[in-house]
């Protein structure tokens, strides 16, 4: 299924004219990796954003967009836990594990709690 970056790539190339072996060319990558990374089967590398940018001369509202649907399609997050202890890293990977089953409520309150405390900041 494409993400929403997989979705703004193929607007791009229409846009351009490009097939999407065009774009792969561009991002020094082959196609099918290309389109693993739009269907969501890997991550979008680090450096595409700014390859993207530059290839297309993304204006500051398309940065914006292209960074929001690059968030939007991550499968993976990656979080340094080289300042935590191992009580705080328990608890945050307690966390992680559980919130895909929590119920709406639960995940609202949490919500609430951590803007509370940005709030405070």
Known sequence: MLTQFGKFCRKLRIDNGELLKDMANKLEVTSSYLSAVENGKRNVP???????????????????????????????????????????KQVLMALAREFKDMDQVDKDTIKSILLSLKNKE
Do not use: A, G, H, M
């Not at 954003?49 to 499968?75: A, C, G, M, N, R």
């Open 46 to 88: 680090q450096e595409w954003p700014t390859k993207i940018i530059d290839f297309y001369e993304l204006d500051q509202e398309q940065q914006q967009e292209l960074q929001k649907v690059i968030q939007e399609s991550k499968k993976e997050l990656r979080i340094d836990f080289s300042n935590y202890d191992n009580e705080d």
